[in-house]
C-alpha cells in the first residue's frame, strides 16, 4: 500500500479515537478526585520495618509513590540494614530516611529515583531512628524556621540536630518546626540538589536559611531524543542552555539568543525586522547544498523539537508579490516566550540525532518547556522595557559640500567643464525653489533621518503561576510584548500563553497536557522590495522630501526611478496577522514493574492573514505601474492555513541484571501530516487612496495552493550501562516520506555510541583531590535530510496557459519530477572528552568529529524542449569535519564574592568533495567547486588604481595587472570563503553579595565579507547624483596620487565589476551582552510580604571592534554578504523580576 494513502487512511481511522482518548485524558485531569486527595495532604508514604535491607525499602517505596529506583548492584553490597517506623510522610522524607547512615546517595530525574555512590560522608552518623532526645547541656528551646534556595521555598529538606537523631523535614513551604532543641546546638540542613550546610542556633527562635544549588551534578537531567538521561551516562554531543541563561536578554526570540552560547553552532540573522525572520543556524558546518541558485534558506537549519513536537520553520508558500524573508511568522521561536523555557538541547553528533532519522542530519535542537514544582504556589510578575537605536557600522554619509565637490568633480572629468552648465542642469532636473546660479540653496535632505527613528523601545510584560504537589503539577504564563522598529511605521505585538499540566491519578498512570498559544502581528517595512534601504543611504539630497506646499515630493526620476521612501512608509501597508498553537496531550501507562508505554499526540498550526496595500500615488517597483494609470494601486490578501499533526508511541523497558548491569530499551513508532491551504488574490487598479479592499480594484488575480506531506517512522535504541562507568547506546530508524518517489520513500538510519567514566577506575582513585571526572565518548552513525524537496518535485500541478492565442496545458512549477532522487545522507564520527578539575572548579569539554553528506541535491539545468527550467538530482558529495572547545572556571568562589568564566571555541573544516557541475550562484560571486569549500568567493583580485591616470586595475588568473576588466571564468580565482575558521565566546559571571554583573564576549574570524553596499557607496560616477560614504572621498585627482577609488567620471562602470574591491575581512569581536542587576536582600523582601525582587539593566550590541570598513557587520547573511537591509539594533533593557 502506498505511504501516502496509508497515512491518509490510518489518518481518519484513528482520528474519532484519538480524539476521543484525549477528550478522556482531559477529564480525567481536570475532575479526578486524587487532586483534590493530594491537595488535602493524604497519600503519603508508610513504612515500618525493622532491620531489612535497603532493596525491600526501595519496593515499598516504588509501591507507594510510582517512582522507579535506577542502580547498580554492586553500589549497593556496603549497604547497611534499615529500620525505618515513618507514617504518611512524603516521598523526600522517606528517602533521606532510608539513605541516612548509607555510604550511598540519590538525584531524581523525572520519575526515576537514581541511586549513586556518596561522595562526602556526612559529618556526624545520623542513626535511622527518629525520636526527640537532648545531647546536650544547655537550655532547651523551640525552633523553627524557612528553608529556601534562591530565594524560593524548599519544600521536604532534611533538618537534623548535629550528633542527635532529633531531626524533621519542611512542608511545602519550604517551614518546619522542631520542638526540642539545645540553643548552641547545630543544624544540618540537606536537600536533593542542593548543598548541605551546618547553622549554629544560637538561642534564634526562627531562622531563615538558603541552600546552595549543587556546583555540579553528573546525574542532573539531559533530555535527548524520546528520553531523559544524565550527564555521566550520555553517549552524545550535547550542549544544555539553561533558560535563566536567555530568559533576560534583550532579544525577545530565542534563535538570536543562541548566538556564542553552543559550540559549533553559528547563528547568523543578518536582519533587525521586529519579530526577525528565523535566523540561519549552521551546525557543525553546512551540510546541504539546499537551493543551489539561491543558498540562503531554512533547509540547512537543524529541526526544532518544542517539547517534543517537531515544529514548522519553513517559510510559508505564496502565489503573489509577498515578501517573506523577514517575517516572523516562519520562525517558530519568535513565537515562544523565552521566560516559558526550562532548557534547551542541541543534539549534534549520530549518536544524539540518530532517532530522528530523515530530519537530523543538520543537528536537532530540543526545546523543553517550564512544569510547575511541588510546594506553594509560586506567583511571578516580570516587565522588561527596551530602547534601541541603530546600528550603522562605519558607514558615513557625506555632508553638503563634500557631496557637491564630487558631484561637480565627476562632471568635470566628464567634459562639463562650465560650472555655470552643470548648475543649469540640476536646477531643471529637481523640483525646488532656488536660485539657479547658486547651489548652495539646494535644501539637503538627510534621508536617514526621514526613514530612520532615534529610538525604538519595546515593552514586555509577563504573569506567571505554578505550583504542584507529589500527584500534581501545572504552570501558567500569560505574556505581551510589543516592539517598535527602529524603521517608521514598522513593530512587532505578540500575545502568548501557555499551560503546562500534569497529573498522576494513580501511581501506575500520568496525564499531561502542553500547549502555547500565540497572537501575532507584525507591521514589516514596506522598504523591502524596490531597493528602498539602499534608497535610504544613496538618494540625492537634491530629491526633497516634501515640496513647498509641505506635501510629499511622491515620486522620483533621478538618480532613478522611484517612489519616495518616507512616503512609502507612510502610505502603504505592510501587515501580516498570524495565529499559531502547539500542543501536546501525552499519556504514560507504568507496568509490569521495568515497563512504560507512551503516547503522545501533537499539533502544530498556523493561520495566516497577509495584507499588502500599495499607493495608487506611487510608482510600484514590483508591477511597473505608475501612479495614475489604470493599473496603478495594488492591494494583497493572502490566507494561508498549516497544520502539523504527529502521533508518537513508544514502549520503554527499563531494568538492572544481575550486579553491576542496567538496560533500557525503547521501541516507537511516529506518524506525521503536514498540510498547508493558501488562499491569495491580487487587486490592481484603483483611484481611492482610502481603499482598503480588492473588491474594488479593476483588475483580480486569485490563486491558490494545497500541499500535503506524510512521513511515517519506526524507531529503536538500547542504552546499556556497566557498573555504572562503561555505557554503550545503539539506536535506528526507518523514515518513508511522500516526497519520494516508490523506490527511494524508505530509508534507514542508525548509531551507536561508547561512554567511559574513567575516574571510576581503581587506578584513577587517588587523583580524585585533583581531578573530580574524566570521562571518554565516541559515536558514529548517519541521519538524512528529507527537507532538500517539496512536493512539487514529484507531483506537478497542471494549469491552463495560452500561447499563441491557444488554450493548452502547463506545468505549474519550472522543476521536473524525479522519482529516482533519494533523500541525502550524512555519515559521521565524533569522539569527546570531559574533565572536570579539583572538586569541580575548573572543566573542559572537548569534541573532534568529521561529517560526510551523501547523495546532496543539485539543480541542474534541462533543455527548454523538457518543458521545464531545472531537474534535482543526487548529484554531489560534501565533508565537514572539525573540533569544539568549552571551558568553565570557578576562578573564586567566596561567600561574599563569585567570579565564573565560560568559553568556547569552534573550528570546521568544509569541502564539497563532488558536484555535477561547477556552478556559480544568483549573485555572481560564489562558486561551487569539487576541493572548495560550498559557496566560496571566486572573482578577479583587484589590484588598486593607476597613479599615472587614475584608472582601475585587476590581476588575472597569472597575477598580471590588466587595465580591462575580464569576466571569463577562467581569470576568477578562489579569493575566499563566508564561514569562518573560527567562532566562540567568552561569558564573565561575577557576584558580590546581592550584585551581579555578566558580559558576553562573541567573535568570529578567519571569513570573508563582500559589501555589495560599496558599489554604490563608492561608485566612482557610475551614478554621479547618488549620495556617497566618505570612503569615495579618497579618490585619484591628479597623476601621481595613491587613492583608494578610481578617477570619477559619468557613467563609469568599474563598481559594478564584481572583485575583490569590495571583499573584506569580517574578523570581528562584539560585546554582545552586558547585564547588572540586584536582588534585595532576603529580609526586606519577606518585610514586603515577596520571596524575591530582582531589578536590572542590560545592554546588547554594545561595541564592536572589527577592521571592516563597510555597514554593520552583524547585517551579513548567511553566504557572507553584507548590504542594505533592515538595520541592527544597539539597545538597552530595564527589567523587574517579582516573585510572590
Excluded at 493561520?607 to 508591477?623: C, S
Excluded at 491558490?704 to 546499556?720: A, E, I, P, R
Aim: aromatic residues 10%; positive net charge.
Amino acid at each position: 500500500m502506498k505511504l501516502r494513502t496509508w497515512c491518509i487512511r490510518s489518518g481518519q481511522i484513528l482520528a474519532k479515537p484519538v480524539l476521543v482518548f484525549a477528550g478522556f485524558l482531559v477529564f480525567l485531569t481536570i475532575f479526578n478526585p486524587a487532586i483534590i486527595q493530594a491537595e488535602n495532604g493524604r497519600g503519603g508514604i508508610t513504612i515500618r520495618d525493622e532491620n531489612v535491607s535497603i532493596q525491600k525499602v526501595f519496593q515499598s517505596i516504588e509501591k507507594q509513590s510510582g517512582y522507579r529506583f535506577f542502580y547498580n548492584e554492586t553500589l549497593l553490597q556496603g549497604a547497611v540494614k534499615v529500620t525505618l517506623n515513618l507514617q504518611n510522610v512524603s516521598l523526600q522524607v522517606a528517602l533521606d530516611a532510608c539513605f541516612r547512615n548509607q555510604p550511598l546517595s540519590y538525584a531524581i530525574v523525572d520519575k526515576t529515583i537514581i541511586v549513586k555512590r556518596k561522595q562526602q560522608q556526612s559529618s556526624a552518623p545520623i542513626p535511622t531512628a527518629v525520636s526527640f532526645s537532648n545531647p546536650g547541656k544547655g537550655k532547651l528551646i523551640a525552633v523553627s524556621g524557612k528553608v529556601t534556595s534562591n530565594n524560593l521555598p524548599v519544600a521536604g529538606a532534611s533538618i537534623m540536630i548535629k550528633g542527635s537523631d532529633n531531626g524533621a523535614s519542611t512542608d511545602k513551604d519550604g517551614v518546619f518546626t522542631l520542638a526540642e532543641v539545645d540553643e548552641d546546638a547545630t543544624l544540618i540542613i540537606s536537600s536533593v540538589s542542593h548543598e548541605t550546610r551546618e547553622i549554629k542556633v544560637n538561642g534564634q527562635g526562627f531562622i531563615t536559611i538558603d541552600l546552595d544549588q549543587k556546583a555540579s551534578d553528573l546525574d542532573e537531567a539531559v533530555v535527548v531524543a524520546y528520553n531523559t538521561t544524565t550527564k555521566r551516562m550520555n553517549t552524545g554531543a550535547v550542549t544544555v542552555v539553561k533558560g535563566e541563561d536567555i530568559q533576560n536578554l534583550p532579544n525577545r526570540s530565542v534563535d538570536k539568543s543562541l548566538q556564542g552560547l553552543v559550540p559549533g553552532l553559528l547563528v547568523t540573522s543578518g536582519t533587525g525586522q521586529p519579530g526577525g525572520g528565523l535566523s540561519n543556524f549552521v551546525l557543525r558546518g553546512i551540510s546541504t547544498a539546499g537551493n543551489v541558485v539561491n543558498p540562503p534558506s531554512v533547509i540547512r537549519n537543524p529541526l526544532i523539537v518544542v517539547d517534543g513536537i517537531p515544529v514548522t520553520q519553513d517559510a510559508y508558500p505564496s502565489q503573489s508579490n509577498f515578501s517573506q524573508s523577514e517575517t516572523a511568522v516562519v520562525n517558530p521561536m519568535a513565537q515562544l516566550n523565552p521566560s516559558d523555557i526550562d532548557n534547551i538541547s542541541v543534539l549534534k553528533d549520530a549518536s544524539a540525532v540518530a532517532l530522528y532519522g530523515a530530519k537530523a542530519s543538520n543537528g536537532v535542537i530540543l526545546i523543553t518547556t517550564k512544569k510547575g514544582k511541588a510546594g506553594k504556589t509560586r506567583i511571578s510578575f516580570r516587565s522588561q522595557a527596551d530602547v534601541a537605536k541603530r546600528l550603522k557600522g562605519k558607514v558615513e554619509m557625506l555632508n553638503r559640500d563634500e557631496y557637491l565637490d564630487l558631484l561637480f568633480e565627476t562632471y568635470a572629468n566628464s567634459g562639463y567643464t562650465n560650472q555655470d552648465s552643470i548648475r543649469s542642469k540640476l536646477y531643471k532636473q529637481f523640483p525646488v525653489q532656488v536660485n539657479g546660479t547658486d547651489t548652495s540653496f539646494y535644501p539637503f535632505t538627510n534621508w536617514e533621518d526621514e526613514l530612520f527613528a532615534k529610538t525604538a523601545s519595546t515593552l514586555s510584560n509577563e504573569l506567571s503561576v505554578s505550583g504542584g504537589t507529589d500527584k500534581t503539577n501545572f504552570y501558567l504564563n500569560l505574556e505581551y510584548t510589543k516592539q517598535d522598529g527602529i524603521v517608521k511605521t514598522t513593530g512587532y505585538d505578540r500575545k502568548s500563553i501557555r499551560f503546562n499540566f500534569e497529573n498522576r491519578p494513580v501511581n501506575w498512570l500520568k496525564l499531561g497536557v502542553n500547549t502555547a498559544l500565540s497572537y501575532n502581528i507584525q507591521d514589516f517595512s514596506s522598504l523591502i522590495g524596490g531597493d528602498y534601504y539602499a534608497i535610504a543611504y544613496l538618494n540625492t539630497p537634491l530629491n526633497p522630501n516634501r515640496l513647498s506646499d509641505g506635501n510629499y515630493y511622491l515620486n522620483f526620476s533621478d538618480p532613478f526611478l522611484a517612489a519616495n521612501p518616507a512616503a512609502v512608509l507612510q502610505y502603504n501597508k505592510n501587515r501580516n496577522t498570524s495565529f499559531r498553537g502547539l500542543t501536546k496531550l501525552y499519556g504514560e501507562v507504568s507496568f509490569l514493574k521495568h515497563f512504560k508505554f507512551s503516547a503522545a499526540l501533537g499539533t502544530d498550526f498556523m493561520f495566516l492573514d497577509a495584507y499588502q496595500k500599495y499607493d495608487p500615488r506611487l510608482y510600484d517597483p514590483t508591477t511597473g505601474a505608475t501612479p495614475g494609470g489604470a493599473t496603478a494601486g495594488r492591494i494583497q490578501q493572502q490566507n494561508t492555513r498549516n497544520s502539523n499533526l504527529i502521533t508518537t508511541n513508544i514502549l520503554n523497558y527499563t531494568s538492572t541484571l544481575g550486579v553491576k548491569h542496567s538496560i533500557n530499551v525503547l521501541a516507537g513508532q511516529e506518524a506525521q501530516i503536514l498540510y498547508t491551504k493558501n488562499l491569495s488574490v491580487t487587486g490592481t487598479g484603483f483611484r481611492n487612496v482610502d481603499e482598503t479592499q480588492v473588491i474594488n480594484t479593476a483588475t483580480k488575480s486569485p490563486s491558490d495552493l494545497v500541499l500535503k506531506q506524510t512521513l511515517l517512522s519506526y524507531f529503536g535504541q538500547t542504552n546499556y550501562g556497566y557498573d555504572n562507568k562503561y555505557f554503550l547506546t545503539a539506536s535506528i530508524r526507518t523514515d518513508g516520506s511522500s516526497l519520494f518517489g516508490t523506490q527511494n520513500r524508505f530509508r534507514t538510519f542508525w548509531s551507536t555510541g561508547a561512554g567511559w567514566v574513567a575516574t571510576e577506575e581503581k587506578f584513577l582513585k587517588s587523583s580524585q583531590s585533583w581531578l573530580s571526572y574524566l570521562k571518554l565518548r565516541g559515536s558514529i552513525g548517519a541521519a538524512g535530510n528529507s527537507f532538500v524537496i517539496d512536493q512539487a518535485t514529484r507531483f506537478q500541478l497542471l494549469s491552463n496557459y495560452t500561447y499563441l492565442n491557444t488554450i493548452g496545458l502547463a506545468s505549474t512549477f519550472g522543476t521536473a519530477g524525479n522519482p529516482g532522487i533519494k533523500p541525502e545522507r550524512t555519515f559521521n564520527w565524533d569522539a569527546g572528552l570531559e574533565v572536570h578539575f579539583w572538586n569541580n572548579r575548573i572543566g573542559v569539554t572537548a569534541d573532534v568529529y568529521k561529517k560526510k553528506t551523501k547523495d546532496v541535491i543539485y539543480s541542474i539545468d534541462l533543455p527548454l524542449a523538457t518543458g521545464f527550467q531545472n531537474e534535482r538530482n543526487n548529484l554531489g558529495d560534501m565533508e565537514n569535519k572539525g573540533v569544539e572547545l568549552s571551558l568553565f572556571a570557578d576562578i573564586i568562589k567566596c561567600r561574599n564574592f563569585q567570579w565564573s568564566i565560560n568559553a568556547n571555541w569552534s573550528t570546521n573544516k568544509n569541502v564539497l568533495t563532488k558536484a555535477n557541475v561547477q556552478q556559480f550562484s544568483s549573485s555572481g560571486v560564489l562558486l561551487n567547486k569539487v576541493g572548495k569549500n560550498f559557496n566560496s568567493f571566486y572573482m578577479l583580485r583587484w589590484a588598486g588604481v593607476n597613479p599615472d591616470n587614475g584608472s582601475a586595475q585587476w590581476l588575472d588568473s597569472a597575477g598580471n595587472i590588466i587595465s580591462t576588466y575580464s569576466s571569463a571564468a577562467k581569470d576568477k580565482v578562489y579569493v575566499g570563503k563566508p564561514q569562518p575558521d573560527g567562532f566562540g565566546a567568552i561569558t564573565h559571571n561575577i557576584t558580590y553579595k546581592n550584585f551581579q554583573i555578566s558580559a558576553i564576549f562573541y567573535y568570529q574570524y578567519g571569513f570573508q565579507v563582500y559589501d555589495n553596499s560599496g558599489v554604490n557607496l563608492t561608485n566612482d560616477g557610475s551614478l554621479a547624483l547618488l549620495n556617497q560614504d566618505k570612503r569615495a572621498l579618497d579618490r585619484w585627482r591628479k597623476p601621481g596620487d595613491e587613492a583608494l577609488n578610481p578617477k570619477r567620471f559619468l557613467n563609469n562602470t568599474n563598481p559594478a565589476k564584481q572583485s575583490t574591491r569590495f571583499l573584506f575581512n569580517g574578523d570581528y569581536i562584539r560585546l554582545q551582552t552586558l547585564t547588572l542587576g540586584y536582588t534585595i536582600p532576603v529580609q526586606i523582601a519577606h518585610r514586603l510580604n515577596l520571596n524575591s525582587v530582582r531589578a536590572y539593566v542590560s545592554g546588547y550590541n554594545m561595541a564592536v571592534w572589527t577592521k571592516y570598513p563597510g555597514g554593520d557587520i552583524s547585517n551579513t547573511n548567511a553566504v557572507g554578504q553584507n548590504g542594505f537591509s533592515y538595520p541592527n539594533q544597539k539597545s538597552w533593557s530595564f527589567g523587574l523580576n517579582i516573585n510572590l
